[in-house]
């Protein structure tokens, strides 16, 4: 191995490594804590009543729920029943009447902590961002956490191919916010890239994700890709007339 491609190999994987565990929060704010992925863009703009959910989803729902709504945490062995994973499609199709509706059936003995019924709203408005984007597979919140992980010690914070290791590559990483896989919202040809890597690589160029990751994180580092692009898009928000 070279000097340079070692050096590189130590900066990629010590970046990674101090990002800190899967399930810390990935976010800066108050629920936040310090990761490199903290200073990431949010892949959609957030209304101020669903910032606000997102804290009390943050603060309470995340324990059992995920941060992520993935339902993959520690606290899942423990809980009897099977936790649904708010990232499926179909909760960002759901009215916030369903929403509701769905969400007091399964909290039938009372919302799991105290929250007033503002809060309730406000987190139920956060929701249908979990499935966020809802017409591609993945999970683009799940991505943001890898993308901070994996992705940013070369395509860097703003997506624009200047992290810290790119310094030390013969060719440039790709500049998201202005990638034509991305603009054209091609997910599967990004999903092939990253698993495979790009198709004329070289020796210091982009490693082939498939080595490591699963289809499913192959499809939500490919979910969170467009949040680069200049014009972010406001968060989904379930229709219908929110409920009380
Ligand atoms: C103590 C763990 C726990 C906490 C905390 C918790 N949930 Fe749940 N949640 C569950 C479990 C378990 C289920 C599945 C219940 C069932 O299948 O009957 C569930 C189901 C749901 C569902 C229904 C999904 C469906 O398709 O029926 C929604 C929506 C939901 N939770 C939202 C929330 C929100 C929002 C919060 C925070 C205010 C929250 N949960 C906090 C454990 C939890
Ligand atoms: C070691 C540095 C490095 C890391 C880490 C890295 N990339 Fe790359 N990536 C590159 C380089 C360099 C290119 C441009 C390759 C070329 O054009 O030959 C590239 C290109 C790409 C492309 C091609 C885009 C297009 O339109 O052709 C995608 C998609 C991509 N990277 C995704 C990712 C994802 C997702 C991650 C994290 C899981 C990641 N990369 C991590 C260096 C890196």
Redesign the pocket.
Known sequence: MTSRAARLLTLVLGVAACSGPQTSPADSGPDGSASNAADLPFPVRLSAEQSKGRR??AG??A???GLDGRGDTL?TGE?A????D?SEKQ?GRLDSAQ?AA??A???RTG???R?TAGQ?RE??SY?PVLAYPPDAPGSALDGRRLYGRYCISCHGVHGEGNGPAAALLSTRPTNFAYDTLVAARDFGALVRVTRDGPAHAHVSSMPAWGLFFNARMLQDVAAYLPTFERDREAAPSSSGSPPG
């Open positions: 009390v989803f309470v729902c324990s059992c729920h606290a809980i029943k099977d936790l649904p708010l909760y929403l769905r969400f059936a399964a909290h919302a799991p902590a929250l309730i987190v139920l929701l």
